[in-house]
């Protein structure tokens, strides 16, 4: 295997923290030559933290917007972005539109706290800073989302939606065949990804080695394309469940 990418909110984290396990498990995996890269809905403000500040090889953000990839010893960061930059910021105005309605028609929803660090999407929070809603009032806001014509991802956490064709399966698939060099068949074979909740599911469907940690038991009803398998533990206990087993696997090999 040569990369591993891994969803962070719930999946690397537990209750809303990065696990010590985690991050030891990622300076575990990179020691062994596996390139690992950060497929999150967080911002891009978070990411270009992560590509300088986590062992890591790249990070995919804001569901597919882009990637960042930060190179040490040139200490320069690339960032490719899926839409233009220009035409982000010309559909800023659209989104800030949308999220009125959904905060206005939808009682206790909030704008993401995160909100301010994005460039290309719109987080509407339904867990992490507010009280939980229930399933019923995230549906209701899927069906205004849906209405409004923009394409939206729910999370373990947050809806998300944005303007744009692209989401993190496109995102990945660039990332493997810029980096390689390979044809994406090829890349994607020697890749593993391990997510939690239903914004990952282009990337069940679309990868051929995929995993989730043990709560994407919690959306299995919001789901249709599923992993290969869920690990017994959930959340950052899972993520590392997995990665265990691939350092096994690859440690057997050699």
Not at 23 to 47: D, K
Not at 69 to 93: C, G, I
Not at 104 to 133: K, N, S
Request: hydrophobic share 45%; proline share 6%.
């Amino acid at each position: 295997m040569s990369h591993l990418f891994a969803d962070i909110d719930d999946t690397l984290t537990s209750d809303g923290l990065l696990a010590e396990t985690s991050y030891s498990m990622l300076w575990a995996l990179s020691r062994e030559g596996i390139r690992v890269v950060p497929v999150t809905g967080r911002p891009a403000g978070w990411c270009d933290h992560i590509a300088r500040m986590w062992p890591v090889a790249g990070i995919v953000g804001e569901n597919g917007a882009f990637f960042y990839a930060y190179d040490r010893a040139a200490r320069r960061m690339r960032r490719a972005y899926s839409v233009p930059p220009a035409e982000l910021a010309r559909d800023r105005e659209r989104l800030e539109q949308v999220a009125a309605r959904v905060l206005r028609e939808v009682p206790g929803t909030a704008a993401a706290a995160d909100q301010a660090f994005r460039i290309a999407d719109y987080a509407i929070d339904f867990r992490e800073d507010v009280p939980p809603l229930p399933d019923g009032r995230i549906d209701d806001i899927c069906v205004i989302l849906a209405a409004e014509g923009v394409r939206f991802k729910v999370s373990s956490i947050h809806v998300n939606f944005w303007l744009g064709d692209f989401d993190k399966l496109t995102c990945v698939r660039r990332f493997l065949q810029e980096e390689t060099g390979l044809p994406l068949p090829g890349a994607a074979e020697r890749a593993l990804f391990i997510g939690d909740s239903p914004n990952d599911e282009p990337l069940f469907a679309g990868l051929p080695h995929t995993a989730a940690v043990g709560n994407l038991r919690n959306f299995l009803g919001r789901i249709v394309y599923l992993p290969e398998f869920i690990t017994e533990r959930d959340s950052a206990d899972g993520f590392c469940e997995a990665a265990r087993t691939v350092l096994e696997k690859r440690g057997a090999r050699q």
